[in-house]
């Protein structure tokens, strides 16, 4: 019986996954909490070249890897063993790359692992159809786990509602299918039905992130609250907030608009929570935020 995801270990196949994509250095938090997907984690591979008194332990330490991962990306190393003046692939964070079977989904490939879908969609860039992907992993390749948030962050430090009266869910928070072509996609937010130009209103106390036009989220503000915890206003017709602003909950961060590449061909708000973890900015289920 075949493998249903083959681990990619033989190093000639590892060499033409790398070669097929640009080798970045991971970026800061700070580059990827204004956008909605990061770069693929394929794409965030960097090159270290060893030195004289380096083990593979050492290599690991500094980048916050475990031994394991950094194996899996190198089947070359003999018995553990790094070189001096040789090149080895440093992922960003612990995992494994695996190659997608065709016709195989997110969930499926979330389920097999054991890893929030979502989680596992962002990091591989929101690709539809990769042939490769990156499952990451909070301590080894050989368990991976589910990037839980912070246990002390509960609904109750951060409730509000980001419209001036109670509104109807269009598109809920999960996975969903397009109304307009029938695509299964992830829907990292919540779209509440409202006029263009609705004052939008800050659920929390907090400090404004970014303040601009963000691609398919079009004008976007989002604001960091204490806890590590984080709100996102999107598609929005004006923004009335700058960066570094400090607000307060209930404060104008903007109104209603259609701006970007709204899920849907009306005006909503496009609204999102996502918690500070391992792997960057990750989405919440914003219904257990709201309070009307």
């Not at 380096?54 to 890897?65: D, F, G, K, V």
């Not at 692992?113 to 990769?130: H, M, S, T, V």
């Not at 080894?140 to 912070?150: G, R």
Request: hydrophobic share 35%; net charge positive; proline share 7%.
């Amino acid at each position: 019986m075949t493998f249903p995801y083959r681990l990619l270990v033989f190093s000639t196949i590892i060499a033409n996954i790398f070669g097929a994509v640009s080798i970045h250095s991971y970026p800061s938090l700070a580059q990827t909490q204004g956008t909605g997907c990061q770069t693929p984690a394929l794409e965030r591979f960097r090159r270290h070249t060893v030195v004289a008194g380096e083990t593979l332990a050492s290599i690991a330490q500094r980048y916050n890897l475990t031994p394991t991962t950094i194996i899996a990306m190198n089947p070359a190393l003999q018995n553990s063993k790094v070189s001096v003046g040789s090149e080895i692939q440093i992922p960003p964070y612990n995992g494994i790359v695996v190659e997608v079977p065709r016709g195989q989904t997110w969930r499926q490939i979330a389920a097999r692992y054991k890893i929030r879908p979502d989680a596992l969609f962002e990091a591989n860039g929101c690709q539809k159809n990769p042939r490769v992907v990156f499952v990451p992993s909070k301590r080894s390749p050989d368990s991976v786990i589910t990037d839980t948030p912070n246990s002390n962050l509960t609904p109750s430090k951060l409730l509000g509602y980001p419209l001036p009266e109670p509104a109807k869910v269009l598109v809920s928070y999960g996975w969903q299918t397009s109304p307009t072509n029938g695509d299964v996609f992830f829907h990292s937010g919540i779209d509440l039905s409202a006029e263009k130009g609705t004052p939008v209103q800050a659920i929390g106390d907090g400090t404004v992130a970014f303040a601009k036009e963000q691609g398919t989220y079009g004008n976007l503000v989002i604001i960091n609250h204490s806890g590590g915890l984080q709100s996102r206003y999107a598609h929005l017709d004006s923004i009335k907030v700058s960066v570094g602003q400090s607000v307060k909950k209930g404060d104008l961060v903007g109104t209603v608009g259609t701006t970007g590449k709204p899920t849907l061909n009306q005006s909503h708000l496009h609204f999102e929570v996502r918690s500070s973890s391992s792997l960057g900015w990750k989405a919440q289920d914003p219904q257990a935020y709201l309070q009307r």
